[in-house]
């Protein structure tokens, strides 16, 4: 890989050549300790707002006496309406849930370019922090709710792919067993921050009032944003050059059939993403009024469940790790798209849990223990299906393309929840237990396809390279 003097006049962004050598943070780059803590505390304020969102939607800004005062809402809700039909307050929160988690991982791809052609990712980076702060003040204020959702979705735009392709940057191309462990560590850092946001933010949220809990997440972007200035000198140096922005080499025919079979990988995993979103929408909405969310402390928040998920998350990283690092050194590790694979099947699992936890509830409650556990598998599932994902987008994106590409790999994300927000609009039209069974089918359809195609798919990839 080039240095930053030998590529002023190359047509791809200068990025300073990875230290194979540096293994000071848990045997990787130090580099990763600073990313993975941004993006920890990113993911704090990002899960704490979340949490709190639908619920916020569904139950007070859009009932009468509030959605009046909220800018722009009613041009909103008239176009959606124009399309849908009329939308109750539920109906109205899961669509607008959905085209915001999907906008948010839809602006990556123009984050990357501009991170690509214009700005570099270490400054895109920067001003996607600073949106992101100003977005979740904002979201304190009902009147400037829709702005609040704005500013989070440019923000995020301009932070989530360049994070990741800079953790693909800090290894050798060849040494793809230690960058799938990095993203694996990478993952663990947005889990812990997931964990603690729900509890955090809607702990307040519950004592003090709504948008004490949304301030809470202002204020832990900005920690995100201190973290990461704080580490620039350990990250990978990609600035764009002025030839850049005059003409950037074509692809060749072989980048372009990369391309191509990334996009077919895309495709199939958005099928779990419907599932596994699913339950951080409809899931607290139906946990909030179906779940025995009693004990002898006080009443649980539903918000708290997403936090089940990210918990079971961290705690499962150190033995996959191990399983992965032992498969590697017999030469069987799995291939990316098989681990995609699994994660689609144990996500279809999950949400038959919740189907079975629906059928027992009936009209009334039932054990939360059941949507715990179902909270818990999708935890494990996300493992298993996004950082090899990342891994396999970082590793066999062309060089000139890689953070435009990392960028493109959230959209499946943005499909897969502009989809699940349409979804949850038919909770209110059909029993839960079918509604949960419904999104079950979705993930084992994506399951499928990985399994099934997978193989050839991986073969294809890692003869990309080779091909005239």
């Known amino acids: 890989m080039a240095t930053r003097a030998e590529t002023i006049s190359d047509p791809a962004p200068s990025i300073t050549a990875p230290t194979a050598t540096d293994r000071s943070f848990l045997g990787h780059p130090k580099g990763l300790a600073y990313l993975a803590f941004t993006e920890a505390w990113e993911r704090f304020s990002y899960y704490g707002m979340t949490a709190l969102v639908v619920l916020y939607m569904a139950q007070q800004l859009f009932q009468p006496g509030h959605v009046e005062h909220v800018a722009g809402l009613a041009v909103y809700r008239g176009a959606l309406e124009a399309v849908l039909g009329p939308l109750s307050p539920q109906a109205l929160a899961s669509q607008t849930f959905g085209f915001y988690s999907g906008l948010v991982y839809f602006t990556p791809v123009l984050g990357g370019w501009v991170a690509d052609r214009l700005l570099g990712a270490k400054r895109t980076v920067v001003i996607g922090a600073l949106l992101m702060s100003a977005g979740h003040f904002a979201m304190t204020f009902d009147q400037s709710f829709l702005l609040a959702l704005l500013l989070l979705i440019l923000g995020s735009g ?11 940057h800090l290894y050798p191309a060849d040494d793809e067993s230690r960058r799938t462990r990095a993203f694996t560590i990478f993952s663990m850092a947005i889990n812990i921050g997931a964990v603690l946001g729900p509890l955090v933010c809607a702990g307040l949220a519950q004592a003090y009032g709504w948008h004490v809990g949304f301030g809470t997440a202002g204020v832990l972007m900005l920690l995100a944003t201190i973290t990461y200035l704080a580490g620039q000198r350990y990250l990978p140096d990609q600035r764009p050059r002025r030839r850049d922005r005059v003409a950037a080499a074509p692809l060749t025919a072989a980048e372009w059939r990369t391309v191509l079979l990334l996009v077919v990988v895309m495709g199939i995993t958005v099928f779990q993403t419907i599932t596994y979103f699913q339950f951080f929408n409809v899931g607290l909405v139906w946990i909030d009024s179906h779940a025995d969310l009693a004990t002898p402390l006080g009443h649980i928040p539903a918000p708290w469940f997403n936090s089940v ?67 818990a598998m999708i935890g494990v599932a996300f493992l298993y299906y996004w950082p090899p994902y990342l891994a396999l987008m970082s590793r066999a994106a062309p060089p000139s393309v890689n953070a435009t590409m990392m960028g493109c790999a959230y959209l499946s994300l943005f499909i ?48 990309g390279s080779s091909q005239p």
Do not use: H
Not at 348 to 359: D, G, P, V
């Open 309 to 375: 998920d990210a918990f079971f998350s961290v705690i499962a990283v150190p033995p996959l790790i191990w399983l992965w690092a032992r498969e590697a050194r017999r030469g069987r590790e799995s291939s990316d798209l098989t681990k995609i694979g699994i994660g689609a099947v144990l996500a279809s699992i999950s949400a038959a849990i919740m189907a079975l936890a629906a059928m027992l509830a009936g009209a009334g409650t039932t054990s939360a223990l059941i949507p715990f556990a179902a909270f």
């Open 416 to 463: 897969g929840n502009i989809i699940m927000g349409w979804v949850g609009t038919l909770y209110e039209t059909m029993p839960p237990g079918a509604f949960w069974m419904l999104n079950a089918g979705i993930s084992m359809i994506g399951a499928l396809l990985a399994l099934l195609f997978g193989p050839a798919l991986a073969r294809r990839l890692a003869s």
């Open 158 to 168: 301009c932070l989530k792919g360049n994070i990741s392709a800079q953790i693909g």
